[in-house]
């Protein structure tokens, strides 16, 4: 049976108790994260993880950092002054270790995009992000990655929920890319005037 969680994150939102409860947003970039920290900030007290060691060029890792802690500044900036409803959001920026993704992708480089490879490199990221969330005490942790058309919800979620089970942290079920999610992420994109990069970052999926 094919699970909707999309659905399955609207019931947790609408649990009064999980209001303010921490959350720590794994993000890839700051037009995916947009829409998703439109959704959640009303909810949620946001922290998000920028931590992408899979990016090979370090000027492009750069730049979408900075993107990513442009936006979220705009954010804050609106919130304060009563534009934009919400909690402030935070951020947090990982280590970029490139190697690191080398090494977890070893023999997979002639694997096709969207598939064996890149779900590790899913792994990578959520593992990391996991992680940080049960040392620093969050309530759930969750990734933006479904936001996009080319990423692979259902592995995606396997994989927080199999995390979540080895951390003891709760996985927030998302496919972001539902209700309309993609479409508002590329309008907040155009709002912000964001860099919207075509290739997901690792020197295979520039190929």
Do not use: W
Request: contains cysteine; hydrophobic residues 30%.
């Amino acid at each position: 049976m094919n699970r909707n969680y999309a659905k399955e994150l609207d019931k947790i939102i609408e649990n009064q108790g999980n209001k303010g409860k921490k959350l720590f947003l794994h993000s890839c970039c700051a037009p995916c994260s947009s829409y998703v920290m439109e959704y959640l900030c009303s909810f949620f007290r946001i922290t998000v993880f920028y931590y992408n060691p899979n990016i090979t060029e370090q000027e492009e890792y750069i730049k979408r950092a900075d993107e990513q802690k442009r936006l979220i500044a705009a954010f804050n900036r609106q919130m304060e002054s009563g534009e934009r409803k919400g909690y402030p959001i935070e951020v947090v920026e990982g280590n970029y270790d490139k190697e690191l993704f080398f090494e977890k992708v070893k023999g997979l480089e002639h694997c096709k995009e969207g598939g064996e490879r890149c779900f590790l490199c899913y792994e990578m990221r959520l593992l990391e992000t996991a992680r940080r969330a049960k040392e620093k005490d969050f309530d759930y942790f969750t990734t933006t990655l479904t936001i996009s058309p080319l990423k692979n919800a259902v592995k995606l979620n396997e994989i927080g929920e199999r995390l979540a089970e080895e951390y003891q942290i709760p996985f927030l079920p998302s496919d972001f890319k539902k209700k309309n999610g993609y479409k508002r992420s590329i309008e907040l994109s155009k709002e912000h005037a964001l860099y919207r990069q075509d290739y997901c970052g690792c020197v295979f999926s520039r190929r």
